[in-house]
């Protein structure tokens, strides 16, 4: 069982910047697919953007004020938010899929943005 734990939300300013951190609990190597999803208020869950094992990345529209990258060396996976906007605000979930297809969640954390 892969355990993930995000870090580094929370509140900013539009504008402001903010980096996601997704540490596993073991190699992330063996998770041959990982992504950050969030979930605004009254929303249904979103792909924010996604990367492979080899590390190519899928953004979903419009955000190409994030990067997502991942460092298989620390088994972390982060996202580089800039220029956030009032409509980035959600709980922000990491998500890790291995060759098996099993599926692990983070418990989500906070990002608010404020004008």
């Known amino acids: 069982q892969v355990q993930l734990v995000e870090s580094g939300g929370g509140s900013v300013q539009a504008g402001g910047s903010l980096r996601l951190s997704c540490a596993a609990s073991?190699?992330?190597?063996?998770?041959?697919?990982m992504g950050w999803y969030r979930q605004g208020p009254g929303k249904q869950r979103e792909l924010v953007a996604s990367?492979?094992?080899?590390?190519?990345t899928n953004y979903a529209d419009s955000l190409g004020r994030f990067t997502i990258s991942r460092d298989n060396a620390k088994n972390t996976m982060y996202l580089q938010m800039n220029s956030l906007k009032l409509e980035d605000t959600a709980v922000y979930y990491c998500?890790?899929?291995?060759?098996?297809?099993?599926?692990?969640w983070g418990q989500g954390t906070q990002v608010t943005v404020s004008s």
């Open positions: 073991e190699n992330i190597f063996s998770l041959d697919y």
């Open positions: 990367i492979t094992k080899d590390g190519t």
């Open positions: 998500y890790g899929r291995n060759i098996n297809s099993i599926g692990y």
